[in-house]
């Protein structure tokens, strides 16, 4: 499954017990010069790994490429993550 637009750590957790921790991969996206402020969401990360004593598997990216780049690191985020092997 992907969860494309979470901003609030409990939004993840009906993921956590019906998948399981060990099921949850999070790419949390950022930008140069955006932020959450004034904006009632955030980053879900610190907060999860503050309940889940750092067991939350993550990557952090930047938002900063152009589409052809971010596509090709979201790729090899994935790759690494679920363990594919280029062909």
Do not use: T, W
């Not at 060990?22 to 904006?39: Q, W």
């Not at 969401?41 to 990216?61: F, H, P, S």
Request: aromatic share 12%; hydrophobic share 45%.
């Amino acid at each position: 499954f992907i969860f494309s637009d979470c901003g609030f750590a409990g939004e993840v957790q009906p993921l956590i017990a019906a998948l399981g921790l060990d099921n949850i991969f999070i790419v949390e996206l950022f930008r140069d010069g955006a932020s959450f402020d004034g904006d009632s969401r955030g980053y879900i990360v610190d907060e999860l790994n503050a309940k889940y004593a750092g067991k939350v598997k993550y990557r952090r990216l930047s938002n900063n490429q152009d589409k052809m780049i971010y596509r090709i690191m979201i790729q090899a985020i994935l790759k690494e993550h679920l363990n594919i092997e280029d062909d």
